[in-house]
């Protein structure tokens, strides 16, 4: 079968010659509907987050069950599901409670399908478990393969602060891609805070307005923290979610927070931040969640079925996969980018 391989750094190669995996035990054997194209793909590719190790990228993945190995109960050839991606060993405390993002062992395993194990870039994919699954219903594997991380990680850096996110506040949004589009729409509805979103383009400025942003202030501009105080006031912005991560991003963050806010860094730029005790607001909680928890993709699962979210999708076939890396490299990827075999 086909498969989108990372050998190593800037090394991502279209191969033929991969053998269809045969699913045993509660291993689950899935047809790719559609694999995303995270950034996070470009952290590994390019910065080398994920070193030692060949295997097929892909961590967005939606498909229907093609095999099911001998124990897996519940699944049938055709069922249109999701690949929750952050697998952890399905046993201790946090994976008891759905939440494999933070598995007791993430520091002793591969953080998934993708991200150090094979992935969805290809025409088939194995799970390793059947818990690993969540059942989309009607909706179209290949519009849905985004909601297992753009989706699901804007969502639950959003519920973390819904009791914050009250009609008389704000909230920042920086960095409206992948992620930062489906989280417009989440905020919109499932809070009740005045938006404000930022980017680098008029292009993403104006696609912020279309998706339910009130306010837009280019993070460019020079005087971006005292264009977004002018419209918060006094009070400034109680919860600002950060999609990008670097330092100046962050920096724009402890400038725009309010008193006892928030501070989300879910982006994973790279940037520094050192403390100092005039550099934060009193009481702000800065946080850097990863992912969401099983439970939480389906809620937002929920929200898709209920047309409340949509993802902004452009298709491409796994053949086209270093053209659309080097699109997103470049910021031109409109919502996100979905490989589709
Ligand atoms: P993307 O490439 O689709 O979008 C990034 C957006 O940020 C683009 O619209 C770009 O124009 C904008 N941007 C770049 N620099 C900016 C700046 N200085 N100010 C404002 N906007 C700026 O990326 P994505 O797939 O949405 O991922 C966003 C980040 O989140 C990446 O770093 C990715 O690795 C990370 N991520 C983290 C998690 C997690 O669990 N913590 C999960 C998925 C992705
Ligand atoms: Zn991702
Ligand atoms: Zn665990």
């Known amino acids: 079968m086909k498969a989108v391989r990372f050998f190593g750094h800037k090394d991502v190669r279209v191969v033929n010659d991969i053998e269809r995996p045969v699913p045993k035990g509660d291993e689950v054997l899935l047809k790719i509907g559609g694999a995303g194209v995270c950034h ?36 049938k050839k055709g069922d249109a599901v999701l690949v929750y991606g952050p697998w952890g060993c399905g046993h201790c405390k946090p994976c008891q409670q759905s939440k494999e993002n933070y598995c007791d062992h993430q520091s002793e395993q591969a953080y998934g399908g993708g991200l150090g ?15 690993l699954l969540v059942p989309i219903f009607d909706l179209d594997p290949v519009i849905a393969a985004p909601l297992t991380d753009a989706a699901l990680t804007p969502y639950s850096a959003i519920k973390r602060s819904l009791d914050k996110l009250m009609p ?12 930062g589009h489906v989280a417009l729409q989440i905020l919109r509805e499932i809070s009740g805070a005045a938006i404000i979103a930022c980017d680098v383009t008029e292009e993403k400025l104006a ?16 005087n971006a923290a005292e264009q977004i105080q002018n419209i918060t006031g006094i009070k400034k912005a109680r919860v600002v979610i950060d999609f990008v991560g670097a330092t100046s991003t962050i920096d724009l963050g402890t400038k725009v927070v309010s008193l006892d806010g928030d501070l989300t860094i879910v982006g994973l730029g790279g940037g520094n931040y050192q403390y100092s005790m005039n550099g934060l607001p009193f009481g702000v909680s800065m946080t850097n969640p990863y992912w ?28 086209d996969a270093n053209e659309v890396y080097e699109k997103m490299r470049q910021g031109k990827i409109k919502g996100r980018a979905v490989l589709v075999p």
């Open 40 to 75: 996070s793909d470009l952290h590994i590719i390019d910065e080398g987050t994920v070193v030692g190790t060949v295997f097929t990228l892909g961590h967005e993945n939606a498909g229907w069950v093609e095999e099911i190995g001998e124990n897996v109960k519940g699944y």
């Open 117 to 131: 194990l094979d992935g969805g870039m290809a025409d088939y994919m194995l799970v390793p478990s059947s818990r």
């Open 168 to 179: 008389d506040e704000f909230v920042v949004v920086i960095g409206v891609g992948g992620l």
């Open 207 to 222: 696609f912020a307005k279309e998706l339910g942003a009130d306010f837009t202030v280019n993070s460019k501009d020079a």
């Open 292 to 319: 969401g928890s099983r439970t939480e993709l389906m809620e937002v699962v929920g929200l898709a079925r209920q047309k409340k979210i949509h993802i902004e999708i452009e298709k491409h076939k796994l053949d």
